[in-house]
C-alpha cells in the first residue's frame, strides 16, 4: 500500500466547501477513482484546532499512484487550481508505504 498524506488550513466561512470537496465522496475522491488503484480517502478534522485537516490516500503501489497521475495529470492540475480557493494553507506530510 502507498499514502499520501497532506495537511490544510482553512478559514472557517470555508469549511463545508472543503469538506465536500476533499472527503471520501468529493471531487478529489471522484477523480482518483478512474484508477482501480486507488483504496480511498480518509478526511480528518483536528479535534482541537479549527480549521485544521489532514487528507489520507490510499493506493495499491506507489507505482499505480504515479501511472494515475501520468495519465491524469491535466485533470490533477486542473482540480489543485479549483481547489485553491478553498485552502488558506497546503502541505504535503509525505508519502508513505505500508
Known sequence: ???VVWKFEI???KIADFEAAYGPAGAWAELFRASADYQGTELL???YI???YLTIDRWSSEEAFRAFRKDHDADYERLDRQCDA????ETRIGAYTA
Open 1 to 3: 500500500m502507498f499514502v
Open 11 to 13: 478559514a472557517e466561512e
Open 45 to 47: 478534522r483536528d479535534a
Open 50 to 52: 479549527p480549521g485544521s
Open 86 to 89: 478553498l485552502t488558506a494553507q
